[in-house]
């Protein structure tokens, strides 16, 4: 069995624990949890995961996973508002730094009605358990320091995970063990 093997294992014990359950970290805090990895490891954490979310809401827990792709999302909501060919067109005669600003714009990526996050909230069930994946895939647009930031709302009973391509140091997120993120989390790595 691999080390990343062997910590999903884990995560997959600790999920089923009271304290993850009922959403308390150490002192009582909302638990956010990241469950890092090495970038080159992409798909095979996505199948991982896919089959964690099978097994886990066919059991008999009383919560269901709810995974969130953070690149699906940005898609989704390009396309609710009529943008994503727009962005196509963008980005080939400004380049990727512009269009990223511009869907930043579009999406209120910075601000506190933030579309990402409203979507999360407005979309997870109560009792529910919720993986957040894509932050590879949806970089540089999203930072994941910009969602675990702003998810309060919808996380005061409900666990969050998020899949993390890199290195989660316990302080600080390193993406794909190069891109230094200057922010401090408040959340306990998963495994």
């Not at 990343?4 to 359950?21: G, H, N, T, V, Y």
């Not at 896919?50 to 909501?77: P, T, W």
């Not at 067109?89 to 933030?114: C, H, M, P, W, Y």
């Amino acid at each position: 069995m691999t080390e990343l093997e062997e910590r999903f294992k884990i995560a997959e014990e600790e999920m089923k624990k009271p304290s993850f359950l009922n959403n308390k970290g150490l002192g009582n805090e909302t638990g956010y949890y990241i469950f890092d990895y090495p970038a080159e490891q992409e798909l095979f954490v996505r199948e991982r995961v896919d089959f964690i979310v099978k097994k886990y809401n066919r059991s008999e827990s009383e919560r269901q996973i709810v995974v969130f792709d953070l690149y699906d999302i940005i898609i989704k909501l390009l396309e609710e508002k009529g943008y994503l060919e727009k962005n196509f067109d963008f980005e080939k005669s400004k380049g990727l730094d512009r269009v990223s600003k511009a869907i930043g714009n579009t999406l209120r990526l910075t601000s506190a009605d933030n579309l990402v996050i409203k979507y999360i909230n407005e979309n997870a069930p109560e009792n529910s358990i919720i993986f957040i994946t894509g932050v590879g895939k949806s970089y540089p647009i999203v930072r994941a320091h910009s969602i675990l930031n702003n998810l309060h709302p919808v996380s005061d009973d409900i666990p969050i995970v998020m899949f993390y391509p890199g290195k989660f140091t316990g302080q600080e997120l390193i993406l794909f063990n190069e891109i230094k993120d200057d922010n401090y989390y408040r959340a306990f790595r998963l495994a």
